[in-house]
């Protein structure tokens, strides 16, 4: 997938009236939506510099046909989330970014094996973070690393992108998530 230069950000988040900070994390989730794969991608924003990341910001398919919520599984509905995000532990257990406000998620509940958008959107705290999957090499199936969270593939990856958060001075971070555009 294309990795966008910090103009072509900017132009998109004109063109959708989000505010644009010299710190903030980015989502594109893929066109190709291929099954189970990590083909998205998940960027820091630092002042003039982006780095990006492979990541997925759809659900495994385990958790597509498994579902954890009566409702569907989860798919983060693109959007802006301001100060949503803190460094936390991801289900008590290592550090990542954690959701501190409410996020909206498509909730999947036909399941197959596709993550997709529309139907019922719900509101809340969901536990929708944003972590790394393999502790220990990078990951090329989500299955079970993904119920709705943004999960990179690469856990060293993932290291860089919690020290860059760490480095930032921030105590929230914005996440703003796209479809590929």
């Known amino acids: 997938m294309k990795q966008y230069?910090?103009?072509?950000?900017?132009?998109?988040?004109?063109?959708?009236g989000y505010k644009w900070l010299n710190f903030h994390i980015v989502g594109i989730r893929s066109k190709a939506n291929a099954k189970n794969k990590f083909d998205d991608l998940i960027g820091i924003v630092n002042f003039n510099e982006i780095h990006w990341f492979n990541a997925t910001t759809n659900a495994g398919t385990h958790w597509l046909k498994n579902l954890l919520?009566?409702?569907?599984?989860?798919?983060?509905?693109?959007?802006?989330?301001?100060?949503?995000?803190?460094?936390?532990?991801?289900?008590g257990k290592y550090k990542a970014l954690v959701q501190v406000k409410k996020v909206s998620v498509y909730r999947d509940k036909n399941k197959n094996d596709i993550s997709e958008e529309g139907g019922l959107i719900d509101t809340g705290l969901f536990g929708i973070?944003?972590?790394?999957?393999?502790?220990?090499?990078?990951?090329?199936?989500?299955?079970?690393?993904s119920a709705g969270?943004?999960?990179?593939?690469?856990?060293?990856?993932?290291?860089?992108?919690?020290?860059?958060?760490?480095?930032?001075?921030?105590?929230?971070?914005?996440?703003?998530?796209?479809?590929?555009?």
Do not use: M
């Open 69 to 91: 919520n009566p409702k569907g599984c989860a798919t983060l509905v693109p959007n802006q989330y301001k100060e949503t995000y803190k460094i936390g532990l991801h289900q």
């Open 129 to 145: 973070n944003i972590h790394r999957s393999n502790p220990n090499i990078a990951s090329v199936l989500i299955d079970k690393w």
């Open 5 to 16: 230069t910090i103009a072509e950000l900017k132009k998109e988040f004109s063109r959708l």
């Open 149 to 181: 969270c943004q999960v990179l593939s690469n856990p060293k990856d993932f290291n860089s992108l919690l020290a860059l958060c760490e480095h930032s001075g921030l105590e929230n971070f914005n996440y703003t998530l796209f479809n590929e555009f």
